[in-house]
T-cell receptor
């Protein structure tokens, strides 16, 4: 049973470009969560989605960031017009039900040059 | 979510039990205690969780005090591969905030040969 798959593992973008991070949840998991870990800091919640719906986006920056989890295909975290401060590790997690433990992927490390 | 307090770092000899404490004195009746760990450059790994009873699985044991104000994660026979940052997290029992895990600074556990 494959775990949470994130790609790419490493992503380099120049300032002003767009970054698209993909997350395929574990089989049978319909709840997806995105977290961000800035250098030398702890993980911070960004957004919680359930198929086609955003349930809680209280941790998302108000501008340039968006997330989706379509009926078919992976969840996408999109960052428009990236800035150096967006450089971080972005982790996706999934769970089969709301009250189940979250299982994390190994993250996408975004570097903005 | 209730705030948790953990020691910054701990050492343990290989083959011995590692006992990681966590204080969560403001925990509410419907909040669970979760433990995750993060090995360098990887995503957080779920270890165990509990509400008020002690729990055991193939990875660890969780001992929660009767007043639920503190808990201890026990790795019965630590190995070098258990070297990681261990996070104690208090998670609300339901609602849309259920996916919002609050990661603190955790405990850096170093297992020595």
């Amino acid at each position: 049973n494959a775990g949470v798959m994130q790609n790419p593992r490493h992503l380099v973008r120049r300032r002003g470009q767009e970054a698209r991070l993909r997350c395929s949840p574990m089989k049978g998991h319909s709840h997806v969560y995105w977290y961000r870990q800035l250098p030398e800091e702890g993980l911070k919640f960004m957004v919680y989605l359930q198929k086609e719906n955003i349930i809680d986006e209280s941790g998302m920056p108000k501008e340039r960031f968006s997330a989706e989890f379509p009926k078919e295909g992976p969840s996408i975290l999109r960052i428009q017009q990236v800035v150096r401060g967006d450089s971080a590790a972005y982790f996706c997690a999934s769970s089969p039900e709301l009250r189940s433990p979250l299982h994390f992927g190994n993250g996408t490390r975004l570097t903005v040059t | 979510d209730a705030k948790t307090t953990q020691p910054t770092s701990m050492d343990c000899a290989e083959g011995r039990a590692a006992n990681l404490p966590c204080n969560h004195s403001t925990i509410s009746g419907n909040e669970y205690v979760y433990w995750y760990r993060q090995i360098h450059s990887q995503g957080p790994q779920y270890i165990i969780h509990g509400l008020k009873n002690n729990e055991t699985n193939e990875m660890a044991s969780l001992i929660i005090t009767e007043d639920r104000k503190s808990s201890t994660l026990i790795l019965p026979h630590a190995t070098l591969r258990d070297t990681a940052v261990y996070y104690c997290i208090v998670r609300v029992g339901g609602g849309t905030s259920y996916g919002k895990l609050t990661f603190g600074q955790g405990t850096i556990l170093t297992v020595h040969p």
